[in-house]
């Protein structure tokens, strides 16, 4: 990524850690969020997490990605909620009716804040994610399959992640 493109990219990850102390968490969620956000942001990074994450599924070029967040608002959403194991994260989605669609993302429920751990790359090219589109996904068991590769990937326990999404079965 350009030296321009990482300066971004840290400005919206310290803007991602701020917005989660104006989401009145208690003190145990906030740090946990934090450190999450913290993991995967720096893993978006890696070429062996992008690797693990996108080739399986779509076999191209992850290196023709403009931007380190690129592609990973499935990954990273569905693995934070999994990790957070709390009711007050919920999975979003927007469909392919959007132009840049689809697109996940989490709400933080009890103050209806999006948390979009890949906002930037749509920042990145002037383009606004339109939340309001947003409406509640399911983690399927391709989407558990997709915890269990970036979270691998990036040295990350994922067993925790597997066992949080099957809690209400």
Not at 111 to 117: A, E, I, Q, W, Y
Not at 160 to 169: E, F, G, L
Request: with cysteine; proline share 5%; net charge positive.
């Amino acid at each position: 990524m350009k030296k321009n493109n990482k300066l971004a990219y840290e400005n919206a990850t310290q803007g991602l850690l701020k917005k989660l102390d104006g989401m009145r968490l208690d003190r145990t969620q906030r740090l946990r969020a934090k450190n999450l956000t913290l993991l995967f942001r720096d893993s978006f990074k890696l070429d062996t997490v992008k690797h693990a994450t996108f080739y399986t599924d779509i076999g191209y070029s992850y290196k023709a990605f403009p931007y380190d967040s690129y592609g990973f608002c499935r990954a990273s959403s569905f693995s934070f909620v999994a990790l957070m194991n709390s009711k007050d994260w919920q999975l979003m989605y927007i469909d392919d009716l959007w132009t840049y669609g689809p697109h996940f993302y989490v709400m933080h429920l009890p103050t209806k804040t999006p948390f979009d751990l890949t906002f930037d790359q749509y920042a990145y090219a002037g383009v606004p994610v339109p939340y309001y589109l947003g409406k509640p996904a399911p983690i399927d068991d391709d989407g558990k399959n997709v915890i269990v590769r970036f979270l691998n990937a990036a040295g990350l326990d994922f067993t925790t992640a597997v066992k949080n999404i099957d809690r209400d079965k």
